[in-house]
């Protein structure tokens, strides 16, 4: 069954185009005013073809207000209809097994719906300079609906942690020096810590008040006897503040054990 359209399905001139026809236009209207043009009737010609086909395809807007809103109306009911069936962003991307075919089909059912839809819109939008009024894409669905397994671009999936403190916490290569001089498994497992986990191993290194010494760090040593001058507040480490940090990682490791067995 043929669809019934309401309005054209002419193709229109984009408002780039239109943009283009005009200046086309003044440069032909141009030559006819220079001498150096010999052949000046080719250029009438043209001129009057460029008009011709500009006066066709340039969209006209509504007559009146009676016009718009039937346009409106049918403009809602077509984008309605086109998008039933209309592959996702996802499955266009990635291609997963017969989202060529579904396309395929789905491009044959609604090619005119998609000018009439077309048409409609550049109407409504003639001479706001909208670039995108016609553009079919901005309504394609986000959810999809077709099993991925075997697209022809699987694409990738990453799992990040989830957090509900703020933004990550992050360390200093000073850091991590210092938490692998005290805790070498802890240092190794910071990564996949959470954010709550990292944020209290980042204030237990920051309380000892040690810095690693990049000279030594270079040889190869972590250099973690050096105190930061200057910072009141601050002491060297010792094994009491060692016992320390191991202790409160180990406080909050059982408390994030016992949290989940409940």
Request: proline share 5%; aromatic share 2%; charged share 30%.
């Amino acid at each position: 069954m043929e669809t019934q359209t309401v309005f054209d399905t002419k193709p229109l001139l984009r408002p780039e185009q239109v943009q283009r026809a005009k200046d086309e236009i003044k440069s032909l209207e141009a030559k006819l005013t220079n001498k150096h043009i010999e052949d000046k009737g080719e250029v009438q010609r043209q001129l009057r073809r460029s008009r011709k086909d500009f006066e066709n395809q340039v969209p006209v807007p509504p007559a009146n207000g009676e016009e718009e809103g039937r346009m409106v109306k049918r403009s809602k009911e077509l984008l309605a209809e086109i998008t039933t069936g209309m592959l996702s962003k996802e499955e266009m991307r990635k291609a997963p097994p017969g989202a060529v075919d579904n396309h395929i089909a789905w491009e044959r059912r609604n090619k005119t719906r998609i000018a009439e839809w077309k048409h409609i819109m550049l109407r409504l939008t003639a001479g706001s300079g909208d670039r995108d009024a016609a553009n079919l894409e901005r309504h394609r669905p986000t959810a999809s609906t077709m099993n991925m397994d075997g697209a022809l671009i699987p694409g990738k999936t990453i799992l990040l942690p989830e957090t509900t403190t703020g933004l990550g916490v992050t360390f200093t290569d000073a850091q991590i020096a210092v938490l692998r001089q005290l805790s070498p498994e802890i240092a190794d497992r910071i990564g996949s810590l959470d954010n709550a986990t990292r944020a209290t191993v980042k204030e237990a290194v920051e309380g000892i008040g040690l810095t690693v010494d990049p000279i030594a760090s270079a040889l190869g040593k972590l250099g973690v006897e050096k105190k930061l001058a200057g910072k009141k507040g601050r002491k060297p480490m010792t094994p009491e503040a060692k016992q320390a940090l191991l202790d409160r990682l180990a406080k909050g490791r059982a408390a994030k054990a016992a949290k989940q067995a409940a």
